[in-house]
């Protein structure tokens, strides 16, 4: 059980993790949170505070203001791993694709963040049981959704291909992103074994 998910008795997911390992995760999950996270407008200190407070200031309020004024055209963000994490839904049709988009990014940016945070607060909650974590039913999804989540991230932070073996023998011995490409790897082992764990 250590490192890696196994199907426990209660029928549940289980892990054993080590300091160290629990320590990278929190720290993944952290970071994951300040990139998605939906930033303050600009003029936020102009802004509601209720919507600051439910993370509502990402969204485009114009259409509301004048029916007669176009929105502003939401494009994918330029950043590769958040493009890579938030994605147009039409690739083929702009104004669809951003369209979509303000209807649906703010959100799916909270819901990455709240499935960053429940991991982070199992890690936390787990330290005085030695690193023992037992999914409950609500927080299956979440760590599912973080490592999938981080893992494609770390992925496109190294431009790692279809193929990992290739991409790792294509890298000098004293490159620094091994490392990386070492926790990418776990990290796909942790979420293979989540999902093997879930099979009855």
């Known amino acids: 059980m250590n490192g890696h998910f196994v199907r426990g008795s209660e029928g549940r997911p289980e892990i054993v993790l080590e300091a160290v390992h629990a320590e990278i ?3 993944l999950c952290r970071g994951m949170i300040d990139l998605v996270q939906p930033k303050p407008a600009d003029d936020a200190d102009r802004g509601d505070p209720l919507a600051r407070e439910l993370g509502l200031d990402g969204l485009d309020w114009s259409g509301l203001d004048d029916g007669d004024a176009p929105p502003e055209r939401m494009a994918a963000p330029e950043d590769p791993v958040l493009a890579r994490l938030l994605p147009d839904a039409y690739h083929d049709d702009n104004d669809a694709a951003s369209e979509f988009r303000r209807y649906t990014e703010n ?22 049981e030695g690193g023992h974590i037992v999914l409950a039913d609500p927080h299956v999804q ?7 989540d981080l893992r494609l991230a770390l992925g496109t932070d190294l431009g ?8 790792a ?7 620094p992103r091994f490392t990386t490409l070492v926790i990418y790897r776990w990290l796909g082992e942790l979420l293979e074994s989540l999902v093997e764990s879930l099979t009855p």
């Open 169 to 175: 023998d294509s890298l000098e011995p004293d490159d």
């Open 25 to 27: 995760l929190g720290e």
């Open 107 to 128: 959100d799916l940016r909270l819901r990455k963040c709240d499935h960053a945070r429940t991991v982070r607060a199992d890690i936390a909650a787990s330290a005085s």
């Open 142 to 148: 979440a760590w599912l959704g973080a490592l999938n």
């Open 160 to 167: 790692v291909g279809e193929d990992v073996d290739d991409f």
